[in-house]
């Protein structure tokens, strides 16, 4: 050991250079190559390559550690020389080393850039005792027996073994070829003493003989079997080979036992008890191999992972669990009053069949993650499955299990993955179901939306019945219309409206902008949006109901300052306290363009434009309320009416129905009585590309086709909605509280609705209530006077008709 003594005192003190070995251990006097490609590994290797080729090789404990710490490897080592490096294409190096001396680690040496420390050789003691050389014989006696088994260990080497006197190279020798586990050979290359070190190998060379022995006479047997049967029973018949040398007598190739013990701990009804028990005696009766075990075996198995007795404890804490809806979501009073009402219901009575809720609202407004929420202030398990583009019956009651590759159905599945009897089971989009040759998976939820009837839900994969009372069902549309009228009976529908611009605001503070802070990973920076940025985004990038695009486009800003701090290099430093205060920005109104562009709606936009035949009405849609601009244009010709902008039939109707009651009544309005007769009347909405329909335009075109009429535009600000007759009543209308959301996000000041509908303007939010004025109108009369200036009609004219 002169060469590593003299290499050594060359170094600062026995520190080396160190590179970290994966499933490999390396043994003194052993050459073997081998591939580095971590970063700190090949910056170790360039240094020992420059500081005398000596470089200490260590094993660690787990192999799939990418970088590892002190405490992933082992402490002791080999010091090793590199005889040869060769730098690969990819950038990994590949080493050809030489084991040394083997050396334990003192202390690791603080780098960054590469693997450093100091080490202490272990002196090998090589005189030989009378005892240590019987212990030599019997390890090279040992190693023979051993070899001969393995018959994967070259004759050269076990004839160079014993010839071998010194006993720390004979146990190198032997550990460097012997396929022993990495566990087993740090041991011994950890052991300083030469005699247990001896001792330990001669034991282990015992013991893997036996192993290989047995291993060899189970083969042995299983390719006597193989000869007489097929292929396919190669593993099975293994198996059974392998549980006999064992003495395990109590074979079960059809797990029919198995399955048995778990049915008697699943506390199931007696029907479905009584079921399982006559499928696993047929079970047992029938061949492993054939494809009928197969079927029954899986049906068993789903029935096991079933829960049949397994329940979360609900949370019935009533402060708790509104302290969970309100850190959640912003405001949605009635459903957060539906679910704190449940738990104090649960608390007086035990059992209470779980409620059927239905979040019905535009897109963006939190319905989805309302549920997840609900099922958190409850303390139970969440699962969700989505129903958009369902068609198929099969999916909600599954298959029968007759068929090739049968499964349960989504409600069953999920159920299984829940693991508790009464978790919150969302079940997403039910409007977006269809139906065709295969059945209507809406007739299917019949059964499972309704609580006298789903406590004895029965899939046709089951064929038994399964209990889903317990469960609380929720599902969300954007329209509650096209879900069947008997579904939505079963259901208690709740109204998700649109957010004001206040609601937004504050949603965005409290919710939005903290989640995209911590999902962009600035939650460690000073990101300020000031108010005036905030509203803008809301009013001049997004026009909607819920607050989905809102939240795309603060990304986008977060995104660009993300981007901003990387390039100052924000990136290394974020985790100091220092640099964290030292990274601020301010969202201002004006540089909101810097981030987003261009502003996509501008403010005010219909309310600045006033003329004749032009006026504005409210709709509602799946994606909330819409102002919806009706024009009309008088022009010679015959008396025709002209509709354009792909109406549909019912707004024809009130087209017609519009013209009539003004033709009926023209004196009151100041309107000659063969006014229509040489001209054409014209009618468009605007956007042709949009189908429109719908009765509650009426009061809308009647109140254009009165202005382009007359020549007199209607008051600036107003919005109106209501369906006419033609003997000149406004009918009440639905969707108020979206299209009185809609009219103020457009800046109207005024709103026009029937004067049956007064009762639904206590749903709106008081920010609402508090800027805009209503007026409620039961005739399309008193409707038009309202709607025009003062002195449009003259009063001489009024009292003619």
């Not at 549980?243 to 506390?267: F, Y």
């Not at 399982?276 to 029954?296: A, F, T, V, Y």
């Not at 998976?441 to 038994?464: G, I, K, R, S, W």
Request: aromatic share 6%; with cysteine.
């Amino acid at each position: 050991m002169n060469i590593i003594e003299s290499a050594l005192k060359k170094l600062k003190p026995n520190v080396l250079s160190l590179v970290p070995l994966r499933d490999m251990v390396i043994f003194p006097s052993m050459i073997v190559p081998f591939f580095v490609g971590r970063k700190k590994s090949i910056a170790s290797v360039e240094e020992a390559m420059s500081r005398g080729k000596l470089v200490f090789l260590l094993t660690q404990r787990d192999v799939n550690i990418k970088d590892p710490k002190q405490s992933d490897l082992y402490l002791t080592g080999t010091i090793s020389k590199i005889l040869q490096m060769l730098k690969l294409p990819d950038g990994t190096i590949r080493l050809l080393a030489e084991g040394l001396e083997r050396a334990t680690v003192v202390k690791y040496e603080d780098s960054r850039d590469v693997f450093r420390v100091q080490v202490k050789p272990i002196r090998e003691d090589n005189d030989v005792t009378p005892e240590l050389s019987a212990l030599i014989r019997t390890v090279q006696k040992e190693f023979s027996r051993y070899a001969a088994v393995c018959k994967k260990i070259p004759v050269e080497i076990v004839t160079n073994c014993e010839k071998i006197e010194s006993p720390g190279k004979l146990i190198n020798t032997i550990c460097s070829h012997a396929p022993l586990k990495v566990s087993k050979k740090m041991e011994l290359l950890s052991e300083t003493n030469t005699q247990p070190r001896l001792e330990n190998l001669a034991m282990t060379l015992v013991g893997e003989k036996e192993v290989l022995e047995l291993e060899q006479k189970i083969n042995s047997k299983i390719r006597k079997r193989y000869e007489k049967t097929q292929k396919d029973f190669f593993l099975q018949e293994q198996l059974k080979e392998i549980q006999r040398e064992l003495g395990d007598k109590g074979e079960d190739p059809s797990g029919a036992t198995e399955l048995k013990g778990k049915l008697a701990m699943k506390g199931l009804p007696s029907e479905v008890h009584e079921k399982c028990m006559k499928e696993i005696n047929r079970l047992s009766r029938l061949q492993p191999m054939s494809p009928e075990s197969g079927i029954l075996r899986t049906y068993l198995e789903w029935i096991t992972d079933l829960p049949w007795i397994e329940f979360s404890h609900d949370n019935k804490d009533i402060e708790a669990a509104k302290i969970i809806l309100d850190e959640d979501h912003y405001d949605l009073k009635e459903v957060k009053e539906r679910i704190l009402d449940f738990i104090a219901v649960r608390q007086l009575k035990g059992k209470v069949k779980g409620p059927i809720l239905c979040f019905v609202g535009p897109p963006g407004t939190g319905k989805t993650s309302l549920g997840r929420s609900v099922a958190r202030a409850l303390g139970r398990n969440f699962i969700r499955i989505s129903l958009g583009g369902v068609r198929d019956e099969a999916e909600i009651r599954g298959h029968r299990k007759t068929y090739i590759g049968a499964l349960p159905g989504k409600i069953i599945q999920s159920m299984k993955k829940a693991g508790t009897k009464n978790p919150v089971f969302l079940l997403d989009e039910i409007d977006k179901m269809s139906s065709d040759f295969r059945g209507d998976p809406a007739a299917a939820l019949l059964e499972v939306l309704d609580p006298e009837q789903n406590n004895t839900f029965m899939d046709h994969y089951l064929e038994v019945q399964y209990d889903l009372s317990d469960v609380m069902f929720i599902t969300t549309a954007n329209s509650s219309h096209n879900i069947p009228f008997a579904l939505r009976d079963r259901m208690e529908v709740i109204e998700i409206s649109g957010y004001t611009e206040f609601e937004k605001e504050k949603i965005a503070e409290e919710f939005l902008i903290p989640k995209q802070l911590k999902e962009n990973g600035l939650d460690w920076a000073d990101i300020v949006f000031q108010k005036s940025a905030l509203l803008t985004i809301i009013r001049n990038y997004t026009m909607e109901s819920g607050v989905r695009n809102l939240e795309r486009e603060l990304a986008n800003v977060l995104r660009k300052i993300a981007r901003e701090a990387v390039k100052k290099g924000f990136h290394e430093t974020k985790d100091s306290e220092e640099d964290e205060k030292t990274f601020k920005v301010v969202i201002t109104k004006n540089s909101l363009t810097k981030y987003l562009g261009k502003i996509k709606y501008k403010d005010t936009f219909f309310t600045h434009i006033i003329r004749p035949g032009l006026s504005y009405g409210l709709a509602w849609t799946e994606k909330g309320g819409m102002l919806l601009p009706v024009e009309v244009a008088v022009l010679k010709g015959k008396g025709e009416l002209i509709l354009t902008g792909n109406l549909g039939d019912v707004m024809k109707e009130s087209a017609h129905t519009a013209l009539s009651f003004l033709r009926a009544n023209a004196l009151i309005f100041g309107v000659s009585l063969d006014f229509y007769k040489d001209r054409d009347i014209h009618v468009h909405v605007p956007e042709g590309a949009i189908p429109k329909d719908g009765p509650s335009a009426g009061i809308t075109i009647a109140t254009a086709l009165l202005s382009a009429i007359r020549g007199i535009p209607m008051k600036k600000g107003y919005a109106m909605t209501g369906e006419i007759t033609l003997t000149g009543r406004i009918l009440p209308i639905g969707g108020v509280k979206e299209k009185v959301l809609a009219a103020h996000r457009n800046k109207m000041t005024h709103v026009l609705i029937p004067s049956d509908n007064k009762k639904d303007i206590d749903e709106l939010p008081k920010a609402v209530l508090d800027e805009m004025k209503f007026e409620f109108s039961e005739s399309i009369e008193e409707a038009l006077f309202k709607l025009f200036p003062n002195d449009s009609f003259h009063q001489n004219e009024i009292a003619s008709a």
